[in-house]
């Protein structure tokens, strides 16, 4: 069994900001297979699907950021996922916007949500697909420019990071990640 995990914060306030994007790819999952998170349980909002006869949890915690590896280590207890079959996606503020990056494992970067899964699993050795958001420009700060929306000529680049993501979620199902990768990082 897999689980990939979408970063973000809950609620209609923070629905389309830069923080939200790792939900953004649980959507696009969502919508493309008429899949629905429709178990409320664990901090989280999940569903448990097959994909290319893969069993396959989609979480998105409930917890706001700073706090998802609340959600996410009870799901992979009661479902005994291995951390090695677990993908999280998230913002990264140093890649541009409609870039992404997948890695087997790394720090928190100082991304607080990355920051609260490496101390609930133990480890910083786990998959993820990084999403380009950018950094500011202006004098905002990082935490008003992360739970801010997109500027509107970054939206289409956005709209293709989701799609390219969910892309190598699916190929993740089918193929090992060190494959999809090579693929999607190159």
């Not at 900001?17 to 909002?45: A, S």
């Not at 290319?52 to 609340?70: A, R």
């Not at 420009?137 to 989701?162: A, W």
Request: aromatic letters at 8%; glycine letters at 10%; proline letters at 4%.
């Amino acid at each position: 069994m897999k689980c990939i995990v979408g970063l973000g914060n809950p609620g209609k306030k923070y629905q389309t900001t830069r923080h939200n994007i790792g939900f953004m790819v649980i959507e696009e999952l969502l919508n493309r297979h008429h899949w629905q998170l429709n178990k409320d349980k664990f901090k989280g909002k999940y569903a448990l699907e097959n994909l290319n006869g893969e069993k396959i949890v989609l979480l998105e915690p409930q917890t706001f950021m700073n706090l998802s590896g609340e959600s996410l280590r009870p799901i992979m207890d009661y479902y005994n996922i291995e951390l090695e079959d677990v993908l999280i996606i998230y913002d990264d503020l140093d890649l541009p916007p409609g870039k992404i990056r997948l890695r087997q494992k790394g720090g928190h970067g100082g991304h607080n949500g990355i920051r609260s899964i490496i101390d609930h699993v133990g480890t910083k050795d786990f998959k993820r697909i990084r999403i380009g958001v950018g950094r500011p420009t202006s004098p905002l700060s990082v935490v008003d420019y992360v739970l801010g929306s997109f500027y509107k000529e970054e939206q289409e680049l956005v709209r293709q990071s989701i799609e390219k993501a969910a892309d190598a979620c699916e190929r993740w199902m089918e193929k090992p990640f060190e494959e999809v990768m090579n693929e999607y990082n190159a």
